[in-house]
């Protein structure tokens, strides 16, 4: 009996430290400029065979037929575009993904760059990439399976890191993510 009423108090436990961490989130959002978490179809996860490829209608994706391999986990900070389809394998596998702009008048400013830089390094289950074909008013995107949360250019390094981390914190590992516990 003591066994069950120690999970039940895990669990509750759990529960409202996922909603601090919502609410937070949420916070942090508002006064930077980004949207809410927004949770996105799922579209499934199956394998790409060999030789096939895919393109996605979401931008970033979420979820969706990937490649059998994923990305490594190193290095966390990739400096050029990484290809989608495995990038999606890693989502599966309860990564979050943080995507930028790097160029253009709506790029992400390099101190912000640099910020998301140190997190992903100091991280597990994360990766840093630039994403050339993020929505105009979209500079830094964070992605887990099935979750999405854009912000603006305007975001400042610290607010971004921030959010980051919330982020992070509440998909990493976890959320919808079919495959959250391989690594």
């Known amino acids: 009996m003591a066994i069950v009423a120690v999970a039940g108090a895990y669990a509750v436990s759990q529960e409202f430290e996922s909603r601090v961490a919502a609410n937070e989130g949420a916070r942090l959002a508002a006064v930077a400029g980004c949207t809410p978490v927004e949770e996105q179809p799922d579209l499934g996860g199956g394998h790409l065979q060999p030789g096939q490829t895919t393109s996605y209608n979401q931008h970033p994706a979420t979820s969706g037929v990937h490649d059998p391999a994923p990305l490594p986990p190193s290095p966390?900070?990739?400096?050029?575009?990484?290809?989608?389809?495995?990038?999606?394998?890693?989502?599966?596998?309860?990564?979050?993904?943080?995507?930028?702009?790097?160029?253009?008048?709506?790029?992400?400013?390099?101190?912000?760059?640099?910020?998301?830089?140190?997190?992903?390094?100091?991280?597990?289950?994360?990766?840093?990439?630039p994403y050339p074909d993020l929505e105009e008013d979209d500079a830094p995107a964070l992605v887990a399976w099935d979750e999405l949360q854009r912000c603006p250019s305007t975001v400042t390094a610290s607010q971004a890191t921030e959010l980051a981390e919330s982020f992070i914190d509440r998909f990493r590992g976890g959320g919808q993510a079919p495959e959250a516990s391989v690594p």
Do not use: C, F, I
Request: no cysteine; charged share 20%; aromatic share 6%.
């Open 76 to 129: 966390a900070v990739h400096t050029s575009a990484v290809p989608e389809r495995n990038a999606v394998h890693n989502l599966e596998h309860g990564y979050v993904l943080m995507y930028y702009r790097s160029s253009g008048d709506a790029g992400l400013p390099t101190r912000v760059v640099r910020s998301l830089t140190e997190l992903a390094e100091d991280e597990t289950k994360v990766l840093l990439a």
